[in-house]
């Protein structure tokens, strides 16, 4: 089945600087990778996502990046600020399976003020 | 606040037990996942349903089932329960099925003594 690899697990930063965590996955037939931000005490919230036919996606400081040859994506978080601080989760899902998320294992992002 | 509403925040009950957790979705989504978040697997899914229907299934333990009632909502039932039960367990839901955003609620942290 699909298997999904998110690195760094634990990342920190300097406020304004900007943040990269990146996900590879196992099946070439996955087309849909949505990224979630989870604070403390919280549910995963949707922050972007992206769909295999197209390449890259940007939401004002977000943006998500794509390659599908190498089966592996990114997100790109510019200009951090402390509220930034949080953890966030990549997945991958498939049409043909209900879309059921196969979440990788999460990236602790710190943003030191 | 995504939409999604969940039922009870905390449980706290006894090895042994049998519980029900209550996920109510964001008003025209017909799908309803289970997720299950603990700190060794991380956020795995279990089961979801389209409107009213089993629609995939993923590791979900023979002692737990769920279902989705005609009003939609769902409800997962645990039973025979084991300290490794332990866990948060987040509902999400979306308007189809296969590749759509789903949206979590906040989850019920259900705590097996």
């Known amino acids: 089945g699909e298997n999904v690899e998110q690195h760094p697990s634990t990342l920190s930063v300097q406020e304004g600087d900007s943040a990269v965590i990146k996900c590879t996955y196992s099946d070439s037939a996955s087309n849909y990778f949505p990224w979630y931000k989870q604070e403390l005490g919280k549910g995963p919230q949707l922050i972007i996502d992206?769909?295999?036919?197209?390449g890259e996606k940007k939401d004002q400081r977000i943006a998500v990046t794509l390659n599908k040859t190498a089966k592996h994506f990114s997100l790109h978080i510019t200009e951090t600020q402390p509220e930034d601080s949080a953890v966030y989760f990549c997945a991958a899902s498939m049409n043909n399976q209900g879309g059921k998320l196969i979440f990788g294992q999460g990236t602790e992002l710190s943003v030191k003020p | 606040d995504s939409g999604v509403t969940q039922t009870p925040k905390h449980l706290i009950t006894a090895t042994g037990q049998r519980v029900t957790l209550r996920c109510s979705p964001r008003s025209g989504d017909l799908s309803v996942y289970w997720y299950q978040q603990s700190l060794d697997q991380g956020l795995q899914f279990l089961i979801q349903?389209?409107?009213?229907?089993?629609?995939a299934k993923g590791n979900i333990l023979e002692r737990f089932s769920a279902q989705q009632f005609p009003d939609l909502h769902s409800e997962l039932n645990l039973s025979s329960l084991e300290l490794g039960d332990s866990a948060l367990y987040f509902c999400?839901?979306?308007?189809?099925?296969?590749?759509?955003?789903?949206?979590f609620g906040p989850g019920t942290r259900l705590l097996v003594l």
């Open positions: 992206i769909r295999s036919n197209v």
């Open positions: 999400a839901s979306s308007v189809g099925t296969g590749g759509q955003t789903q949206y």
């Open positions: 349903y389209y409107n009213g229907e089993e629609r």
